[in-house]
């Protein structure tokens, strides 16, 4: 889940007391230290808001001319959002049906498509529409029957390097079907454009890699690797580098394990400092919000793409952070998701802030 019971919190700074943060715990289940000494540079600018006002915005994805549409998780509203703030309703989307963790949550654009990822009645789904003239016209689905559940429905959508559609996927609370690649749980999909399985993927279906507990977020570096994060259960939360046709090891695995069946991460966080969720890439580094750690995470990346030491920028300063995209001229979108049952309201939440990366 997207925030830990109290019980489980005493039980993770109990076993934290012989295990400090990103330094190698256990050959199973243990944290992953940074593989590269990269520097991460000089802290980022401080955020200006946007947009103020909001219900859990949850994905922000750029439009050619450089607004940005944005979902409300739990309003199920499509919101344009331009560089000065201003804000109009794009649609709502009606066969949404928000509740727990499941709601309107990942949108990319390309060209005039829009993708969005959303629960509905029966499952979680992938719908394409064609944007014009400020509204949404030609829905087509492309991708149905994605397990939903009160938790872990994943999320998250972006067009790849490759022109591809890529999802984030969450096992739902059941822990076996991230396995399983029959199931399009805990998995991360990639399809074209129309819901196809993209070619070359590994096993002829939509499946790109498996063994995922709830990703939330997908960035590629400038090299072109793919890297994602993810939600731990009451230990270690992840960011994994990607690769076709991997297992990634959940739910026999949380953090790093000594089993050659699965893929280690290159990073880890106990839970209580992260519970990461969107994810972008900019100036060499990725840019991570936490939810429960209430911090914009940067982690610099070697030219191998392995991870150096993360920086933590804004600890508590702004709450629960979700939303983090990459704008045309440079800046990152940041947004706060303090409305989501699991955080404090401030004056102003939820959010969108800009925040130039130094």
Known sequence: MEHMPKLRMIMLLTALT???????CSERGGAVAPTTAVPAGPAPGAPKDVVTGLSVPWGIAFLP?????????????????TPAGRVSQVARIEDARPKGEGGLMGVAVKDDLVFLYYTAERDNRIVRHRLTGGGLTDRRILVRDIPKGAVHNGGQLAIGPDGLLYAGTGETGDRPLA????????????????GAPAPGNPFGTPVYSYG??????????RSGRLYASEFGASAYDEINLIRPGANYGWPEVEGRGNDRRFVNPILTWPTAEASPSGMAYANGSLWAGALRGERLW??????????????AHFTGRYG???AVAAAPEGTLWVGTSNKDGRGSPRPGDDRIMTVTPA
Request: glycine share 10%.
């Open 65 to 81: 001319g450089g607004d940005a549409l944005v979902t409300e998780r739990d309003t199920a509203r499509l919101l344009r959002v």
């Open 298 to 311: 940067q982690v610099p990346l070697g030219a191998d793409g392995s991870a150096g030491t993360p920086v």
């Open 320 to 322: 629960r952070l979700r």
């Open 179 to 194: 396995q399983r690649r029959d199931s399009l749980a805990g998995k991360i999909l990639r399809v074209t454009v129309d």
């Open 18 to 24: 012989a295990c400090s943060v990103l330094t190698a």
């Open 212 to 221: 995922h507990r709830n990703v939330q977020g997908l960035a590629w570096d």
